[in-house]
């Protein structure tokens, strides 16, 4: 498991504000199926938010533990029933990862009726 201080905890929990849930765990509990799709989010987005469906408190510590655990990542926050989990890319994948630009494709301008007579 990775630890972080609070200066990149508080900095990650700023960044993971924003984000909605994007993995859920439900009545099976934390399976290897869904531990797949956790790695799976983890490598494409770093800081994922996981949205767990149950009321025991202790249970979802131990499945942020075992989260963290299984897949050397570092808990950022347990707040309720969301987890807030964050793994650094390895560093060969980074320089692969296409970014996408802020702004949208630009239109081409609209002409109206009276500009084509």
Not at 54 to 72: N, P, S, V
Not at 83 to 110: H, I, K, T
């Amino acid at each position: 498991m990775l630890q972080l201080s609070s200066e990149q905890r508080r900095q990650l929990r700023a960044q993971a504000h924003g984000l909605n849930p994007v993995v859920a765990i439900a009545q099976q509990g934390l399976t290897e199926s869904v531990l797949k799709e956790i790695d799976i989010c983890l490598k494409a987005h770093e800081l994922i938010k996981i949205r767990v469906y149950g009321d025991d408190r202790e249970a979802r510590e131990t499945f942020l533990q075992t989260i963290c655990d299984t897949l050397e990542a570092a808990p950022v926050q347990h707040i309720g029933k969301l987890l807030v989990v964050w793994r650094p890319r390895p560093e060969g994948e980074q320089e692969q990862a296409p970014r996408r630009s802020a702004r949208p494709a630009p239109r081409p301008v609209r002409r109206s009726k009276r500009s084509y007579q």
